[in-house]
């Protein structure tokens, strides 16, 4: 019988024959293949458990310090304007602006009151601010000749800057408002001269906050709303018998840092008022607030405007630490309602037990004219050296130490 025939591309597979190979530009994943890569992962995941045991509590610690180091420097870098530099609590004060505080006719010998009613035509004390003038058009009588139109000009005339509006006056909520009703009880008035001292800077140093916080009082205390536990470190000072203000960050002058948060003068409204609330959200039972730097932004009529819009709608009060004689604070805190003071006198300019001697004697100068002085220093070794020994001698000396809102008429 013949032999049978295969049918083309048929053949037989024999033992120890090598397999075709699969055509190019397919790539086939065997199951070892599968299996080769899983127990490589699982190697690697092993070796890394046995790795971080080995490191111990402490070894784990730092490498989880480490990746949230990493992390800030990555969120630092991400916030671009907005990072901020700590730096040791001191004067809120830029060059610029203690140069200007050095040469400018700051409280006079022969000043009858604030240097600001000379240098700024601002008001001497709350309530005697002039109102914001209204804006009234100049009436055109109704026979006036008519002019002929004059040509169109070659070049364009520069538009005019037209200021911008003020925020409405919204009215305080009903009832007592919230300087009074956080203001510390004062003592009775008897004659003598009165003399307020604020500290700012407050909360950032804590060791330095905590020795001005147990201080004889009633001091007036002014706390960086940026500053870490506030709700802690102001409650504590309260307990001590101490007034309560937001040391708002503004703007200066010069190119130094005023912290994040700042109020500046290339926001908008929005944005300010957004600040603001922030800012006073840091913790509660305070009076008001207070400039930290500032110099430009107090200068700023619209910004300041918004400011004093947001105090007198929360029924707050308002201290111009007076780091510029342009201030616009006068005028409008009338205009808004908001009850205003001014600093006489900054303490530590001169940062010296000399320096620190003469600006005391300058405020017991000043209240015996005046009635009243103002004064503002920051938590240095060296202020708080000099408040020590000063503060117990001011009721033999015939003055009264009150807190800022006694200051208020």
Do not use: C
Not at 349 to 374: F, P, W
């Amino acid at each position: 019988m013949p032999p049978r025939s295969r049918p083309p591309g048929k053949h037989r597979s024999r033992p120890g024959a090598a397999r075709p190979k699969p055509p190019r530009g397919r790539v086939r994943v065997g199951a070892g293949a599968i299996k080769r890569g899983r127990d490589r992962l699982v190697r690697v995941r092993r070796a890394a458990m046995i790795w971080l045991a080995r490191l111990g509590t402490a070894g784990r610690i730092g490498l989880g310090l480490l990746a949230l180091l990493l992390v800030a420097a990555g969120m630092t870098a991400l916030l671009g304007q907005e990072r901020y530099h700590p730096v040791p609590a001191g004067p809120a004060l830029t060059p610029m602006e203690e140069a200007a505080d050095a040469t400018a006719p700051d409280e006079p010998e022969d000043a009858g009151d604030e240097d600001a009613a000379e240098t700024a035509d601002l008001p001497t004390r709350p309530g005697a601010a002039p109102a914001v003038p209204a804006q009234t058009a100049t009436p055109v009588p109704a026979t006036a000749p008519a002019k002929p139109a004059a040509p169109p000009p070659q070049v364009s005339a520069l538009p005019t800057a037209t200021p911008r509006p003020l925020p409405p006056l919204v009215a305080p909520p009903a009832g007592t408002p919230a300087w009074k009703h956080f203001a510390l009880p004062a003592p009775a008035a008897n004659g003598n001269p009165r003399i307020v001292i604020v500290i700012d800077d407050m909360g950032v140093d804590r060791h330095r906050s905590d020795k001005v916080a147990s201080l004889p009082g009633p001091l007036t205390l002014a706390w960086l709303p940026y500053a870490r536990e506030l709700p802690h470190q102001t409650e504590r000072a309260r307990a001590q018998g101490h007034e309560l203000i937001v040391h708002m960050p503004m703007e200066p002058t010069g190119k130094e840092d005023p912290g994040p948060g700042a109020l500046l003068t290339r926001l908008d409204e929005g944005t300010l008022r957004q600040r603001v609330a922030a800012n006073l959200s840091a913790f509660q039972g305070f009076v008001g607030i207070n400039n930290h730097m500032g110099s430009r932004f107090t200068a700023d009529r619209a910004g300041m405007a918004v400011v004093m819009a947001e105090l007198g709608s929360r029924g707050l009060m308002f201290l111009d630490s007076r780091t510029t004689a342009n201030t616009a604070a006068g005028p409008l805190s009338a205009h808004y309602r908001v009850p205003m003071l001014s600093r006489d006198v900054f303490l530590d300019h001169v940062m010296t037990a000399q320096g620190v001697a003469a600006s005391l004697a300058k405020v017991e100068d000043i209240a015996r004219k005046n009635g009243l002085a103002i004064a503002i220093g920051h938590p240095h070794d060296v202020t708080i050296a000099a408040l020590t020994q000063w503060l117990p001698t001011l009721q033999e000396k015939g003055f009264q130490l009150v807190p800022l809102t006694a200051a208020v008429k």
